[in-house]
Nanobody
Framework: QVQLVESGGGLVQAGGSLRLSCAAS????????MGWFRQPSGKEREFVAV????????YYADSVKGRFTISRDNAKNTVSLQMNSLKPEDTAVYYC???????????????????????WGQGTQVTVSS
């Protein structure tokens, strides 16, 4: 089992920045691929950024590429999402997630599909005003 707790959301003006953090506890965090996903109000959950267990493989959604940066600190059991140049369309509840798939853990790969993630945080609201 992995427990995930997000923090760092809030209200920011367009063009501003926020840093989301996710603290993990439970089983060995350092072996799990991790991801950030978001769900705008009334819409489906969508992929934002994912990172493999070593950090060697990272993917971003096209909509956030060049503005968001995902990182992890396996010694501190945290994964972060630095969000710059925020836009009103970034407004959503942001979720941290962990993937328990044995092959992706062993192979140091990562999935962009939210259905592949087994553990989820409670979410943190990000609101970007225009």
């Amino acid at each position: 089992q992995v427990q995930l707790v997000e923090s760092g959301g809030g209200l920011v003006q367009a063009g501003g920045s926020l840093r989301l953090s996710c603290a993990a506890s439970g089983r060995t965090f350092s072996t799990s691929p991790m991801g950030w996903f978001r769900q705008p109000s009334g819409k489906e959950r969508e992929f934002v950024a994912v990172i493999s267990r070593s950090g060697g493989m990272i993917y971003y959604a096209d909509s956030v590429k060049g503005r968001f940066t995902i990182s992890r600190d396996n010694a501190k059991n945290t994964v972060s999402l630095q969000m710059n140049s925020l836009k009103p369309e970034d407004t959503a509840v942001y979720y941290c997630a962990a993937d328990d798939d044995r092959w992706r853990r062993v192979g140091d790969s990562v999935s962009r599909a939210y259905g592949d993630y087994d553990y989820w945080g409670q979410g943190t609201q990000v609101t970007v005003s225009s």
